[in-house]
T-cell receptor
Framework: DSGVTQTPKHLITATGQRVTLRCSPR?????VYWYQQSLDQGLQFLIQ???????AKGNILERFSAQQFPDLHSELNLSSLELGDSALYFC????????????FGPGTRLTVL | KNQVEQSPQSLIILEGKNCTLQ??????????LRWYKQDTGRGPVSLTI?????NTKSNGRYTATLDADTKQSSLHITASQLSDSASYIC?????????????FGKGTTLSVSS
């Protein structure tokens, strides 16, 4: 158990809908990262927050947005969902240093029908 | 373009045997290189982290090597166990980049059979 929690574990929805994925980092970690892992694809970095502020952006679509709240939990919002958005979405946390290990949560499996 | 390529794509070995997984990267300059183990349907777990100045790092039966000149890394698994069956992912962190964005390889799927 990494100490990072993600909810829900599974999510099934229809095209055009909007969903929110939630992540709680390990106690004391200030940095939260979001990743997307599609079938047969490597993990793709989406976005990083550090202590409530956006720190880095990767291949995140404009239909996706994220935020980190004062209690350090984070939410990833996915809107106007398309079939291709079906994937595993992972959240990871670290204390924020570039060399610090990132601890991954168990992931949310999103299926868009 | 920054890329991380891993080989082989998949590998099947017998329990107790050794194996070596390869990682080639074009990320330059880079800050550090990591190997992760990902069990099916679960989040990746860090095995080793090496800075550009390190040549080798061990974690139990896992030994990672790094050649920054040829931009190659390998992960050697000794005396494999059934529980080693997983995807092994090579990850490179670019230097001089805001934030801590990582570039992931697609992974090598290892199956250990009895």
């Amino acid at each position: 158990d990494s100490g990072v929690t993600q909810t829900p574990k599974h999510l099934i929805t229809a095209t055009g809908q909007r969903v929110t994925l939630r992540c709680s980092p390990r106690s004391g970690d200030l940095s939260v990262y979001w990743y997307q892992q599609s079938l047969d694809q490597g993990l793709q970095f989406l976005i990083q927050y550090y202590n409530g502020e956006e720190r880095a952006k990767g291949n995140i679509l404009e239909r996706f947005s994220a935020q980190q709240f004062p209690d350090l939990h984070s939410e990833l919002n996915l809107s106007s969902l398309e079939l291709g958005d079906s994937a595993l979405y992972f959240c990871a946390s670290s204390s924020g240093s570039p060399f610090n290990e990132q601890f991954f949560g168990p992931g949310t499996r999103l299926t868009v029908l | 373009k920054n890329q991380v390529e891993q080989s082989p794509q998949s590998l099947i070995i017998l329990e107790g045997k050794n194996c070596t997984l390869q990682c080639n990267y074009t990320v330059s300059p880079f800050s550090n290189l990591r190997w992760y183990k990902q069990d099916t349907g679960r989040g990746p777990v860090s095995l080793t982290i090496m800075t550009f100045s390190e040549n080798t790092k061990s974690n139990g039966r896992y030994t990672a090597t790094l050649d920054a000149d040829t931009k190659q890394s390998s992960l050697h698994i000794t005396a494999s166990q059934l529980s080693d069956s997983a995807s092994y992912i090579c990850v490179v962190s670019p230097a001089n980049q805001a934030g801590t964005a990582l570039i992931f390889g697609k992974g090598t799927t290892l199956s250990v059979s009895s």
